[in-house]
Each structure stands twice: as structure tokens, then as C-alpha cells.
């Protein structure tokens, strides 16, 4: 099996999880904050990320599953996703995803990190991004819909240079722990050093 149908199936696998939904996204909704966990959780962890960044895939794909388990679902943490999308093909990466709506955000995401290695190294990447965007449910010309919509386009835009310029974030992945930054992925125990300390601050 080649590399790109190994991606293709992965993606599949992801998205079998949660329901098939159709169409493109309201912009209010698009450019909605993506969160995961209880908004009364009293520990917010804010994370800035770029799609083509292997960084980011191996955070998501290795470390967050343990955070989410530890700390999102217990109620602990809640985890809010920035894009800060190094070059075109991390931007119209991260357009799709949010295209795909606040419901079926985060599964497109994983879809996407998990199957990074894949797509963002294809010959003919937008081809490939399109054809995981389809598996969540968007026609052809939901994809064309989604990468032409320039209010979208300027709202992540707009993200990205206020994280750089009133933050100094300046390489992905970049994570803000209660308002500390926290540059880079970092093996689980470090997360949880820092997230254990956060808490107990709230006590």
C-alpha cells in the first residue's frame, strides 16, 4: 500500500468515529474559538499550531491524547487551538478544517496531523488535502468554497500576526499555560509538571 492511500485510510479510520456532515461552515462559525474541555475548567491551555509542523503532529498525536485524558475530560484543563500556519499549504490546511465546522473540528484536525507525514510531502498536496476534506463530508465544491472565502483567509491571518506581534510567538508548536508561554512540544511528564503546578495555583 503506498504511502498516500496508508494516509488516505488513516484519515478514514479518524473520521469513522464521528457522524458525516455536509457543507461549509458560517463564517461565525469558521472563526469561532476551537476549544475542547469544560468551560468552567480552571485551567486554560492555549496552543498555536501549524498543520504542515511535524512538531505539532507528534504533540497531537502522541502527547495530547494523554493531556486530554488526565486533564481535559477530568474537568482540570480546558484547551483552546490557534493556527499559526507556517506557509500556503498550512493555511489552506487550516482553512478546510475550520470549513468543516465546530461539531467536526477537532476530528478533521487529527485527521490531518495523523495523517501529515502524507499529504504535506505528496507531489500534489492540495489534491490530497481535498480528498480528506471529502471524507468529512465536503463536496468538491465545498473545497472550492472554503479556499477562495478571504474573510477566513484574513481572520487566521490576523491570528497569526497578532500571536507574533503581542506575543512573540514565533514557531510552532507554542503553548500558553495560564498565560505562561510554554515554546515547543514536550514529552507528557513536562506537560504535566507544568498543568500540575497551574492547578494548584486555583486551589
Known amino acids: 500500500m503506498s504511502r498516500f492511500i496508508l494516509g488516505i485510510a488513516l484519515s478514514l479510520l479518524v473520521f469513522s468515529a464521528s457522524p458525516v456532515l455536509a457543507g461549509v461552515a458560517p463564517l461565525s462559525e469558521s472563526t469561532a474559538e476551537m476549544v475542547i474541555g469544560s ?26 491524547p494523554k493531556i486530554k485524558k488526565a486533564y481535559v475530560d477530568t474537568g482540570k484543563v480546558r484547551i ?6 507556517l506557509g500556503s499549504l498550512a493555511m489552506g490546511a487550516a482553512m478546510l478544517a475550520r470549513c ?9 484536525l487529527g485527521a490531518l496531523f495523523a495523517s501529515q507525514a502524507t499529504w504535506a510531502r505528496s507531489e ?37 500576526n497578532e500571536a507574533s506581534n503581542s506575543l512573540g510567538v514565533e514557531s510552532t508548536p507554542t503553548f500558553f499555560i495560564e498565560g505562561t508561554k510554554v515554546p515547543g512540544n514536550m514529552p507528557f511528564e513536562d506537560f504535566q509538571d507544568i498543568l500540575d503546578k497551574a492547578i494548584a495555583k486555583k486551589q
Open 39 to 64: 468551560p468552567d475548567a480552571p485551567v486554560t491551555m492555549i496552543e498555536y499550531a501549524s498543520l504542515t509542523c511535524p512538531h505539532c503532529a507528534a504533540f497531537h498525536t502522541e502527547t495530547l
Open 80 to 85: 483552546i487551538y490557534r493556527d499559526f500556519p
Open 100 to 108: 468543516s465546522g465546530t461539531k467536526n473540528y477537532f476530528t478533521m
Open 124 to 160: 500534489t498536496p492540495l489534491q490530497a488535502l481535498e480528498g480528506i476534506a471529502r471524507l468529512s463530508g465536503m463536496t468538491v465544491d465545498d473545497v472550492d468554497s472554503c479556499m477562495n472565502d478571504k474573510a477566513l483567509f484574513e481572520h487566521l491571518k490576523n491570528v497569526a
